[in-house]
């Protein structure tokens, strides 16, 4: 097996399928100016962490489970092992999964499995789909959907230290159809009438205009496709979303917390129908918890210790809704 190489970024061929040529242009544009993020000196040792370990090779990974395995320890030679050990703790905190590489258990903070197993009931099979995953951090999820075998998968995400993680684990699984873009979810409508699916997970609650947001991704649902939201939000029967005087459970950048019905209504305005909330539960301190692979505060450091159905703010408690509509 040849050594990996991270792929040129600017190289992705599956912009042939859209009609629009203006489109290509102004997504190329977006790559050109995006490029220099992934060596700025801050996100160097990301990418030299890649580098040191792509020589390693392995052709044996697991997508099938909850627990995305890659490699097996018996693969590596006791030098080998060391450099793995030491691009993995790069990346700390982990904050997507569980992996599994070379034999290494990563328990990240938050269990990405258990929101997949609940989204994956009420979706359309991905075989053959053009499939967009908004927010796609290190690619967990993409690389659950690589499973079913779409025809493509498009991970929009503009953090380059995620580009790099991603990187570190498609050096092993090579899914051609898996193609990450240095994008937000913004630019999503640059691709009119293209992805039969659309997950959007996590994401609206950390932007300022989330019905605005929510229509340009109408925009870039083909017909009869289907969009899966997921949002952080407040309890409550009334169509209205919390606005947070600055934090939220001690994190930044959250601007609307919609009830289940506020965020029915927002899907509903930006011309999604059919729409089936099939998830409606308070976050648990289970699902969303410190770990030795991510060593950070997480859920209960954020809650009243005194009222767990309080923020530390004195804000009623996150609690998750996924949605599915269709275009």
């Known amino acids: 097996m040849t050594p990996f190489t991270a792929p040129d970024y600017l190289s992705c061929d599956y912009l042939s399928h859209l009609n629009a040529a203006i489109e290509v242009e102004q997504i190329e544009q977006i790559r050109q100016m995006r490029l220099p993020k992934l060596t700025e000196p801050r996100i160097q040792p990301y990418a030299a962490a890649v580098d040191s370990v792509s020589d390693v090779e392995s052709s044996w990974f697991n997508l099938s489970g909850s627990v995305v395995k890659i490699g097996r320890n018996s693969e590596l030679t006791y030098e080998e092992s060391n450099r793995i050990q030491a691009a993995l703790n790069q990346f700390r905190p982990w904050k997507k999964g569980p992996f599994e590489i070379f034999g290494t258990e990563i328990n990240a903070e938050w269990r990405s499995d258990w929101k997949w197993e609940r989204i994956l ?96 991704l109408r925009e870039a649902l ?14 409550g029967s009334e169509p209205v979303a919390l606005v947070p005087k600055s934090r939220y459970a001690r994190a930044r950048g959250i601007w609307f917390l919609p009830t289940q019905s506020c965020l029915e209504n927002w899907m509903s305005r930006a011309g999604f129908k059919n729409l089936h909330c099939f998830f409606a539960e308070p976050l648990s301190i289970e699902e969303q918890r410190r770990t030795p692979w ?17 923020t530390v703010e004195g804000y009623p408690r996150p609690w998750r809704y996924y949605v599915r509509g269709e275009g």
């Open 121 to 216: 009931p009420h979706i359309q099979p991905l075989a053959g789909r053009r499939v967009a995953d908004i927010g796609c951090h290190n690619g967990y999820f993409m690389f659950r959907m690589a499973h079913q075998e779409p025809e493509f998968v498009i991970g929009f995400e503009p953090v380059a230290k995620h580009y790099w993680n991603f990187q570190l684990l498609q050096q092993w699984i090579r899914q051609p159809n898996l193609h990450f873009e240095l994008l937000g979810v913004e630019h999503v409508n640059l691709y009119p009438n293209f992805f039969d699916t659309i997950f959007c997970l996590g994401i609206l609650y950390h932007h300022t205009d989330p019905v605005g947001l929510l229509r340009k």
């Open 222 to 235: 083909a017909p009869k496709g289907e969009i899966i939201i997921d949002c952080q939000g407040i309890p």
């Open 294 to 310: 991510a060593d950070v505060e997480s859920l209960a450091e954020f809650l009243d210790p005194r009222d767990s159905t309080r």
